[in-house]
């Protein structure tokens, strides 16, 4: 049992492209790195990356819910888009106030782990997108002779992007230096992030 290196670099560079081009996801990151910061921000990666890990299982094991059935997929629509909606908001209700004190990074207590671990789960839970992306990825990629446990193989390669990618722009942005940087911006940032969220939120429905 070998890995075919075409239908694997076919499937990591589709999947590659995919992974950098900006959702709400990678918004929410952003969002959350500077109103909560880099360690808490990890936690909503990591829940990004187990709803992910969600869609690739079931793509691997045929699933076709969604695209069979309307109802259920614009269901999903509302949600995502509503919950999208909901954490703009959160953002957007950022005040002017700094992030970094004489050097120490501010505390941000409102929120804790378990909780960025399901703002970045349901956020990508919820998206519809995720479900079809992945599902058309490996219909369309991988052939039907590829065995289980190669598939398996290349599902964990896919979820360990998607959580260093995360994790690195969460770094990036959550980094201190940045943030000490973008201190006096950083509300601004933080309302744009909520305002792209919505519009997000918004354009899952109308599209």
Known sequence: MTIDF???S????AHLVALL??????ILIIGSS???GYRKTLWACLGIATANGVYILLAIGGFSLLKESTLVF????????????????????SSRRPVC???VEREASEVNIAQMFLRGFLSAILNPKNAIFYLSLMALIVSQQT???IQLIYGAWMFSM??????LVAWCIGNPWVRETLDSHTWRIERVSGLLLMFVGVFIVLK
């Open 21 to 26: 081009s900006p959702g709400p996801d990678f």
């Open 6 to 8: 075409v239908e694997f």
């Open 162 to 167: 998607v959580l260093f990618w995360d994790v």
């Open 34 to 36: 500077f109103q909560q």
């Open 101 to 103: 004190i004489e050097g």
């Open 74 to 93: 614009w269901g999903m629509k509302l949600i995502a888009a509503g919950y999208l909606f909901y954490l703009g908001t959160q953002l957007i209700k």
């Open 147 to 149: 065995p289980i446990m």
């Open 10 to 13: 076919a499937l990591a560079l």
